[in-house]
């Protein structure tokens, strides 16, 4: 049997990839004051404070608990949750639910495989097609996706995917090296991190193995890396990507990417790097459509057994717009709520645990924007569709722009088609120029929150 690690440390590192995984609220209520009580035959046992973390680390986060436990040690079989003190255990027993019957009892032995994170190739078994939910913010994204897993490496090669944060844009990504793995074989996939490829080219630096550091990723497939705007500023592991895409490339290897941000909006990334991102298959996913928001939330409760009422899942769909995560964030409140009342939320008590991340509706068209936004800087309303380049015309333009982003969730190409028929790429640069600007002059945010309280 391997060495069973000390109790500190190795909850130490479950917590440090949980952090990683939710939200900081979340984390902070579901993840303090719990340890690791001690480890006997297999089992891991948890410390938790109360009755109620109990139960919802046992319903909620078990899964995920215990895949992180395998990574660290084959020989952890499965979790008890212990209500203790100060690291003294007062009360043990199964886990009882609150709301519709009895919880299944997380502490039998779940299947391996079921949870746990090949070392091999770092893929996620929770993120595939089947668990992906497609709307319109989602579905070009998934549409080449879809072309990739029938012929890797033969279309949209590389495949880039770009987003904000909690988009969907990991899962996606995943999907296709977890679909690649089941359907062929004899195809080495893997997945990774920026932060980690470049931990792993450090760690070769400094270990005189650099050849083998190369040999690793250019054997692979099917490569795919997460989070490419880590790269920034970092020149050797920058000058390594660019050899390793050359030689997966030459060889059809399927090469998949994704970014918060468009490539060429990436700070300090090397322009022969932003070309090759740019030779295949560029994909945007904005936040999810009202529509789509629908569906997540309707599938998320599901997925806790909550059963809700369609103007339940409306009203939390028209009163927030954010991204994923932050609805999953919201759902979790609901459900927490609904298990301590031992019934499911009304519509009035939603409205009210809602109140202060809820957002008045804003409904207005394209040329209503342009209307308004051109009587705000005294232009012609005209001037906006035209290819002028005139100064007192290109910041409104680029402000309608960046507001029917922003605060819309157009997509770059419809926004470009609405204003003129411009090209994504103009509509990009003149989003990422206004952020940028906001961060130094107070004037240009002054005025957008002008605009916007005039919606």
């Known amino acids: 049997m391997p060495p069973i690690i000390e109790n500190k440390k190795l909850w130490e590192g479950v917590l440090a990839e949980m952090e ?25 046992y948890i410390g938790v404070p109360n009755t109620f973390v109990k139960d919802w680390l046992a319903n909620k986060y078990h899964k995920s608990i215990l895949r992180i436990l395998r990574n660290f040690g084959d020989y952890i079989r499965g979790i008890e949750y212990l209500i203790s003190t100060d690291g003294r255990s007062v009360k043990t027993g199964r886990t009882e639910g609150i709301l519709a019957g009895e919880l299944p009892q997380m502490n039998k032995e779940l299947p391996l495989q079921e ?8 893929l996620n078994p929770r993120y595939t097609f089947d668990s992906l939910i497609i709307g319109p913010f989602n579905e070009l994204a ?26 969907g844009k990991t899962h996606l990504i995943q999907s296709v090296g977890n679909h690649i793995k089941n359907a062929y074989p ?27 550091f190369k040999e690793k ?29 050359n030689n997966l490339y030459e060889n059809n290897k399927q090469i998949v990417f994704s970014s918060d941000k468009h490539p060429n909006f990436i700070p300090n990334l090397e322009e022969r790097l932003k070309s090759r991102f740019s030779a295949g298959m560029l994909v945007d996913i904005p936040q999810p459509d009202h529509e789509s928001r629908q569906a997540i939330i309707r599938t998320k409760l599901a997925q806790q057994n909550y059963n809700s009422e369609a103007g339940v899942i409306e009203y939390i769909a028209t009163s927030l717009d954010g991204n994923i995560r932050e609805l999953e964030g919201i759902i979790n409140t609901i459900v927490c709520q609904a298990q301590l009342k031992g019934r499911e939320l009304g519509l009035l008590e939603i409205k009210n645990l809602l109140k202060n991340s809820s957002k008045p509706k804003k409904n207005i ?22 290819k002028t380049r005139r100064k007192e015309v290109v910041r409104p333009r680029q402000l309608i722009m960046y507001l029917l982003r922003e605060d819309f969730n157009i997509s770059f190409p419809s926004i470009g088609q609405k ?26 945010s002054q005025e957008i929150n002008q605009l916007r309280a005039m919606i």
Not at 232 to 237: G, L
């Open 20 to 44: 990683l995984s939710v939200s900081r609220a979340n984390f902070s209520t579901w993840f303090k004051d719990t340890h690791v009580v001690k480890q006997q035959d297999g089992v891991v």
């Open 115 to 122: 949870y746990y994170i090949d070392r091999e190739d770092n």
């Open 142 to 167: 998934h549409a080449a996706a879809q072309a990739i897993i029938k012929k890797p490496g033969s279309v949209y090669n590389p495949l880039f995917v770009y987003g904000g944060t909690g988009h």
């Open 186 to 212: 004899d195809k080495k996939v893997y997945y990774t991190s920026s932060e980690r490829f470049t931990s792993d080219l450090v760690s070769s630096i400094q270990t005189q193995k650099v050849s083998q």
């Open 217 to 245: 990723y250019r054997r692979y497939d099917v490569f795919i890396m997460d989070d490419i705007q880590f790269l920034s500023n970092k020149e050797k592991t920058q000058e390594e990507l660019f050899h390793l895409f």
């Open 365 to 386: 068209s394209t040329q209503d924007l342009v209307k308004l936004v051109a009587n705000f800087y005294n232009i012609e309303e005209a001037s906006v569709y035209e």
């Open 419 to 444: 204003l003129g028929g411009r090209d994504h790429t103009t509509v990009i640069h003149s989003c990422e120029k206004i952020k940028g600007e906001l961060k130094t002059n107070p004037t240009l």
